[in-house]
């Protein structure tokens, strides 16, 4: 199963990608420490085996716990826990062929007090960013390839 990036053509007429463009966090940096290489480097190893694991099931939306359909939506979220953090990267399956990374987020956390309504709509709104990218995806049908 092949697995793409949903792109678009930016102001200078270049393809961009939100899914590419959350990746460049993970790019090692020669001023970077050496342990800081190494954890960039077993946190991307990280996020491809689940794109991996995701790609083996075909890109299936009922893979609990790791990925699921979101509620009243058209996409998936794939789930991944990353130390303290929780990585979701959004997605859909065309044709049981294509997998197509739209975006992907650090999701905030929901323990400090009275931070939950903040978080729903951070999500809310990452949520209908991935959805405009997979009806834009749909018209054009432009990606980039997977490059981790």
Not at 34 to 50: D, F, R
Request: proline share 3%; hydrophobic share 35%; with cysteine.
């Amino acid at each position: 199963m092949k697995i793409v990036c949903y792109a678009f053509k930016g102001k200078n007429g270049e393809l961009e990608s939100p899914f590419m463009e959350y990746l460049e966090k993970y790019a090692v940096r020669d001023r970077d420490p050496k342990k800081k290489k190494s954890l960039k480097l077993k946190q991307l190893a990280n996020i491809e085996s689940h794109l991996n694991y995701l790609a083996e099931h075909r890109g299936k939306y009922d893979l609990l716990p790791l990925a699921q359909k979101y509620k009243n939506r058209s996409i998936a979220i794939l789930k991944i826990k990353e130390s303290s953090k929780l990585v979701r990267i959004a997605f859909f399956t065309k044709k049981g062929s294509t997998i197509i990374l739209l975006n992907a987020i650090d999701k905030p956390k929901l323990y400090e007090k009275g931070k939950k309504q903040q978080v729903d709509k951070v999500i809310e709104k990452f949520l209908d960013q991935a959805e405009e990218y997979k009806n834009n995806y749909m018209k054009s049908n432009l990606s980039m390839p997977l490059n981790l």
